[in-house]
């Protein structure tokens, strides 16, 4: 990353200097848009056929949000943009053509199986365990339409880990990093979805051995698994949610949430909340309201850092 570079020490490492979270990081970024054309006549490609949502302000939109809601701690930092002709290679060495995508999206079926993109030769194909080795860019992020073989988020590179995916195998790379999957089919929201469950695998392994009752744990409560604890929630269940995606409940809970705006000085305040509180079941509304109340404190709680942001971005924060 461009700023706070030396990755945190996690609990078990030794205590060294740790990144001020007031401190700016700048990931770098490589974005690759699939976006092949359709009617080789018209040079029409598959966005615009389909009146899908433009790319560029999906990353853009993305991208402030996540400023935003980090307090300005995470600031991406776009350093190459590239479209291809293409769809990305499956599993099995299947690529569909555009024409090919477009007949099974107009009837509604016959999608190749798998469906699983081929990472490791995608990424090589991009030289992205160079980049990445090299300093160059941090990040990967892909756009691609519904059935592009894409997970939400994954990890590759020494010792990648669990990130809402398996790891990606047979791929040699200096350095681990994130590849991100999004769809334009789909809005912010769901981009932002994506990135909550990054960050619910990526906190969620920086806590993975510490005791039950622990911080991470008390800040993903909600009602329906701890009647009357209530932190934050997850990305899927709000404090008051009953089921998955059960945002817009307008049932009241007791919630602790706004204790930890406060956090490591945590002091046990609880009010209660309902669905009014992250947009009444707006999608995009609701990750914000999520993501802002992820704690961002400087130094360490408890033998962890107390910006959590930073195990969220830096997969070298833990290990």
């Known amino acids: 990353m461009a700023s706070a570079r030396p990755a945190a020490p996690g609990p078990a490492d030794a205590p060294g200097a740790l990144p001020d979270p007031r401190t700016v990081v700048r990931p770098r970024v490589a974005v690759v848009v699939f976006n092949p054309v359709m009617v080789p006549a018209r040079g029409e490609r598959l966005i615009a056929r389909c009146r899908f949502a433009d790319p560029a302000r999906l990353a853009r939109e993305y991208v402030a949000d996540l400023a935003e809601t980090s307090g300005g701690y995470l600031q991406y930092e776009i350093v190459d943009w590239s479209e291809t002709d293409s769809l990305p290679p499956l599993i099995d060495g299947y690529c569909y053509s555009g024409p090919e995508w477009l007949a099974c999206w107009e009837r509604g079926g016959g999608w190749h199986d798998p469906q699983l993109a081929d990472y490791a030769a995608l990424l090589r194909a991009l030289d992205a365990p160079r980049r990445v080795a090299d300093g160059e860019i941090d990040e990967v992020w892909l756009f691609g339409p519904p059935y592009g073989g894409f997970y939400e988020s994954t990890m590759a590179g020494p010792g990648a880990y669990w990130c809402n995916s398996p790891p990606v195998g047979g791929l040699a790379c200096a350095r ?48 329906l698994v701890a009647p009357g604890q209530a932190g934050c929630g997850t990305v899927h269940f709000a404090p008051n949610s009953r089921a998955d995606y059960d945002w817009g409940n307008p049932a009241p809970v007791w919630s602790t949430c706004d204790d930890w705006l406060s956090y490591p000085a945590l002091a046990g305040r609880r009010r209660q909340v309902d669905c009014r509180e992250w947009g009444g079941g707006d999608i995009r509304a609701h990750h914000r309201w999520w993501l802002a109340h992820l704690p961002r404190a400087a130094g360490t709680h408890a033998g962890y850092l107390a910006n959590w942001w930073t195990y969220a971005v830096d997969p070298h924060a833990t290990r």
Do not use: T
């Not at 929201?189 to 906190?203: I, K, P, Q, T, Y």
């Not at 392994?205 to 409560?221: D, I, L, Q, T, V």
């Open 176 to 223: 681990r990093f994130v590849v991100m999957g999004f769809s334009y089919e789909r809005g912010v929201g769901e981009m932002l979805e994506n990135f909550g469950h990054r960050v619910e695998s990526m906190v969620g392994r920086a806590f993975r051995a510490a005791p039950p009752g622990h911080a991470w744990e008390r800040f993903a409560a909600y009602d």
